[in-house]
């Protein structure tokens, strides 16, 4: 396993100055092709040095026939040939003092035959020689949002908002769907990173790198399925415990602990309840599924620290202020009573038809966006509260109230976690909402429940670092 | 250990729960009074040391399920039930260790279980959950990996779905949190510091009144 001693080798594969694509082509057949599209159209600044011997140009580049070829110096290769060159292509790039390499190339150890497992002995050996850090085999690449850096092989990717919220992935598939989830959700993401079968960058190595080296990451949220050395991963994770969030989704719960096992102790221990308690004993937050893990990066990314469990809950419409109601009280939240002055102040904007006490019932008021305002701000300066769920169901009578509420809540920015459920149909509060969201005044999703899991996650999350 | 080193010397990979709770008892975790009887005689010894209501178990390194195989007699209350008691358990263990265990009975109702296994790539765990019939039927447990510190033990018990059951519930004292944390933490010590240990059940540990006895256990080498 290569160690973080060498930083500047992971620096210089998510911010390199040159990058060459070992494999580069215009036929849509090789993902060579795919990879320059992705560099060219995710708008990187550095110099693209495609490397074909059968090709002048690619994509109006001018093409080498290999790296020796171009003489100078690069700082990352993204590889995208068959297997068997591969040997080749990592002694050259040893040789040419490249130190970062994105190995796309699959057919290793997931392959039946052993040769898989030699070609990749082989390569780490060369690598490890020369301080070559690299990610893959067997990824569909990486992205740097802060270095509009799309060293994958699909362009979509630079769709995805620039943000705070680092992936690291051992599935691909996984790594898409999280990419394509955040376009839909407004999410932001620092970096994207599909680990592939690590051929010397394992999640401990990117962690450290990312909790370390990385000012642009402020949460880390991780894809596991398993790995061969969880011990030094839980020391990586000690030692940064509470420095940044990290909530892990592992897959693996269907697992069975050694049935031959003689104890019962034996018998119980699956590999995946070890790993959820490991996870417990160094302040990860360990989330059952991708939508709640991306939700909950989301609200850890976009929401101020969450400093105790009181939550107020403002709802337009009594009904999914009940369900937000009972997602929170379920995972130790607590619907808090407002102080005197607080609930004088919701009183008087409030008839006495609905629940003016928390959760409160702004449904009297709800398309009076003065009325609206006033609650909020009082529940706002309410020291008993410690965040706010505000849900507003659109319809065509409060289509303004939006706007009535936004410059309050730009100029309050969160001094306490707000998490939103603000929901119309397509088209309408879109760009308000965006905006908001992009300024840091809340946090909103789709559901009255997924914003109150993502407001349990926040909690849970100052739970595991407390400890 | 010597035991450990014994056992493996007679080629054996399990500890009789007697040996067992030796282990543990080296590690200062609270197990129950016991002798162990080869005969009447000693029977009649253990009998005067520990007094009645008493429990007699079948004790041999080759039983790991005693319960299974009917080598249990619970609240024996005077010699002539513990003699046929002793009779009849020593008949039915067809030659193989020859002793029975001479327990106090403990008294309580709440059981836990407790337990270590060596996980190849995390090495040894520590296990707690609700113990007694309910640890396989529920499976209400949770695991920390070893060395545990005492928020790890204080979180693996409340982790828990039926965490409650070590407050005061019932007319029952709350469980000496101090003591289960201890017990948990030095059950990773074992692991820990016996490469040769594979397994620990320690099933069930009993709180009596507010205090956790190990009533049974099972080590099982390597």
Redesign the interface.
């Known amino acids: 396993m290569l160690m973080n001693k060498n930083i500047s080798g992971m620096n210089l594969l998510f911010n390199p100055k040159s990058v060459a694509i070992i494999g580069a082509s215009e036929k849509t057949d090789k993902l060579g092709s795919h990879v320059m599209n992705s560099l060219i159209k995710g708008g990187y600044k550095g110099k693209i040095i495609p490397v074909n011997p059968f090709s002048e140009t690619i994509m109006g580049l001018k093409a080498y026939r290999s790296i020796r070829d171009y003489g100078k110096q690069i700082d990352m290769v993204i590889v995208a040939v068959p297997a068997k060159l591969l040997s080749e292509v990592f002694r050259e790039c040893a040789d040419s003092g490249v130190k970062g390499v994105v190995l796309i190339t699959a057919g290793f150890k997931e392959i039946e035959d052993s040769s898989g497992i030699e070609l990749h002995n082989t390569i780490a050996e060369i690598a490890n020689k020369a301080g070559i850090s690299v990610i893959g085999p067997n990824t569909f690449g990486m992205i740097n949002f802060h270095a509009s850096l799309n060293a994958s092989f699909t362009p979509e990717f630079s769709r995805v908002k620039k943000g705070t919220i680092a992936l690291v992935s051992q599935s691909g598939g996984i790594s898409h769907l999280f990419g394509f989830m955040a376009i839909r959700t407004n999410a932001g993401f620092s970096k994207i990173i599909g680990l592939g079968n690590r051929l010397n960058i394992d999640f401990a190595e990117m962690v450290e790198y990312l909790m370390d080296h990385d000012p642009d990451t402020k949460v880390l949220m991780l894809y596991m399925e398993g790995i061969d050395n969880p011990g030094r991963l839980m020391e990586i994770f000690k030692k940064h415990r509470g420095k940044k969030p990290v909530i892990v989704n592992k897959t693996g719960s269907s697992e069975k602990g050694d049935q031959a096992s003689k104890s019962h102790t034996g018998s119980m221990a699956g590999r995946h309840e070890i790993y959820l308690g490991a996870f417990r004993q160094t302040g990860i937050l360990a989330i059952d599924d991708t939508e709640t893990l991306l939700d909950s990066a989301r609200a850890l990314a976009g929401c101020p620290k969450l400093e105790g469990n009181g939550v107020a809950i403002l709802s337009g419409q009594a009904g999914p202020g009940m369900a937000a109601c009972d997602i929170c009280e379920a995972y130790g939240l607590k619907i808090v009573d407002f102080n005197n002055h607080t609930q004088e102040r919701i009183n008087e904007n409030l008839p006495p038809l609905a629940l003016r006490s928390n959760p409160v019932d702004m449904g009297p008021a709800w398309y009076d966006a003065d009325a609206s305002r006033e609650i909020i701000k009082a529940v706002m300066e309410d020291d008993n509260v410690n965040a706010i769920m505000l849900l507003i169901m659109f319809a065509s009578a409060n289509v303004g109230v939006v706007n009535g509420i936004s410059s309050l809540l730009l100029n309050w920015k969160q001094k306490k976690p707000l998490i939103t459920c603000i929901f119309a149909p397509p088209g309408i509060w879109d760009n308000e909402m965006e905006h908001l969201e992009d300024s840091g005044a809340l946090v909103n999703f789709p559901s009255p429940e997924r914003a109150a899991r993502a407001m349990a996650s926040l909690w849970k999350y100052k739970n595991a670092i407390d400890k | 250990m010597k035991i450990i080193e014994k056992a493996l010397k007679q080629g054996r990979n ?1 500890l009789s729960e007697y040996e067992s709770k030796q282990i543990l008892s080296a590690y200062q975790i609270p197990v129950v009074n016991e002798l162990l009887a080869e005969s009447i005689e000693d029977l009649l010894m253990a009998v005067s040391k520990i007094g009645y209501p008493l429990v007699l178990k079948g004790c041999s390194p080759e039983i ?1 399920h005693k319960t299974e195989k009917g080598l249990i007699r619970m609240d024996i209350r005077d010699e002539d039930e513990a003699k046929s008691a002793f009779d009849e358990i020593f008949s039915s263990m067809d030659g193989s260790g020859n002793a029975v265990l001479v327990q106090e009975m403990i008294k309580g109702k709440r059981e836990l ?1 407790a ?3 060596r ?1 190849p ?3 040894p ?1 520590v ?1 707690f959950g609700l113990g007694g019939i309910f ?2 039927i529920l ?1 209400d ?5 070893a060395p545990l ?1 005492k ?2 033990a204080m ?2 018990m409340h ?1 828990i779905k039926s965490s409650r059951i070590l407050e005061a519930v019932r007319g029952m004292e709350a469980a000496d949190m101090d003591m289960m944390t201890q017990l948990l933490i030095n059950t990773g010590r074992i692991g820990l510091e016996n490469e040769r240990i ?4 320690i ?1 069930p540990v009993i709180i009596s009144g507010s205090k956790p006895v190990v009533v049974d256990a ?1 080590i ?1 080498l390597e």
């Open positions: 399990m790991a279980v337990g270590m296994t996980d790539q995390f090495g765990c296990m640890t396989e499976k447990i949770s695991f920390r990996v510190e928020r790890d979180d693996m982790e594979r397994e620990i059940d099933n099972l099982i």
